[in-house]
């Protein structure tokens, strides 16, 4: 059965995660001590006495490492994928989780990817809204009307029948609106610190490619399904180049699933925490009639010592 590795994304992170995991496991601790950063991550992540956890410069580090950490359990255990994906902020584990580089480089480069999006998010009334029930080509249209009322754009298109816009909050407030009218289910309101994947992200983008100069980058050694084309990448498109990307455009998460799904994947392995991956692969594979997907959430000492039982 061909197995794949999805990373969460930011938005799942929460007071205590890991805890459980740095008590058990050496390699989980390994990559915990061994990061550099200007705050204590393993305050912010198992205790969060200040609410920091949720905050981009902090969530992106924290995530990561987290991810990362699982990753090297796994590993030392012998469970490996065929194939991996990330959602936006998870792509950047599924790359180290490849070799393309270690943790501890990992951890730091999304540290910087954080602050990044943060200086690219300052001065914009920035909001961003889940569609529920409308299919991309109709929320695009819903997008160009509410085009007068400022920036919005479809960013992150997650799996069928929900896709997530963003920009600024008069014009997301506006495409919302009229989505409601033109038949979508539900819009919902995400709590986020910034339009993540919209143009707005440009700065972060010029800030990384400068980055990208002076990080060393491997060579995968398994297969990545990048974000921003949704499928694997060709010799002639590169890393730094997806990635840069990747941060001022949308997510093509529902193209990511099907390719892996076309592909022959029926195992999936969330590395969390968190369980929303797992609900867009469930959504993708129904419209692509396909039922016999087995479902894995690793985030807890339990969920690993499942996976290990039914590997």
């Known amino acids: 059965m061909k197995t794949a590795f999805l990373y969460a994304g930011q938005g799942s992170q929460h007071k205590g995660m890991g805890k459980d995991l740095y008590d058990e496991f050496e390699e989980f601790r390994e990559v915990f001590d061994s990061a550099e950063l200007d705050f204590d991550l393993k305050k912010v992540c198992f205790e969060d006495p200040d609410e920091q956890i949720s905050i981009t410069k902090y969530t992106q580090p924290c995530m990561v490492a987290f991810a990362t950490g699982v990753t090297a359990i796994l590993n030392k255990k012998g469970i490996r994928p065929d194939i991996m994906a990330g959602l936006s902020l998870g792509e950047y584990s599924a790359l180290s989780a490849a070799g393309v580089w270690d943790a501890k480089q990992t951890i730091s480069l999304v540290a910087f990817r954080g602050e990044a999006m943060t200086r690219s998010a300052e001065g914009v009334d920035a909001a961003m809204n889940a569609i529920i029930g409308m299919d991309r080509e109709t929320l695009q ?168 039982e039914n590997w």
């Open 141 to 308: 249209e819903c997008v160009d009307e509410a085009a007068g009322s400022g920036v919005v754009s479809i960013c992150n298109d997650n799996c069928p029948g929900q896709i997530v816009i963003g920009g600024e909050k008069a014009a997301v407030d506006e495409a919302a609106r009229i989505a409601k009218e033109k038949g979508a289910k539900r819009c919902m309101p995400l709590n986020v610190s910034g339009p993540f994947h919209t143009k707005f992200m440009d700065r972060a983008a010029d800030e990384l490619r400068e980055k990208f100069k002076e990080t060393e980058f491997g060579k995968e050694t398994i297969p990545v399904v990048f974000n921003y084309i949704g499928r694997e990448r060709n010799e002639n498109e590169t890393i730094q180049e997806l990635l840069e990307a990747q941060v001022k455009n949308g997510v093509m998460m529902t193209s990511t699933l099907k390719y892996m799904l076309d592909k022959g994947v029926r195992r999936f392995v969330e590395i969390g925490p968190g369980k929303a991956l797992t609900g867009f692969v469930k959504k993708t594979a129904k419209a692509m009639g396909i039922e016999d997907v087995v479902f894995f959430n690793v985030e807890t000492v339990e969920d690993i010592n499942n996976l290990v």
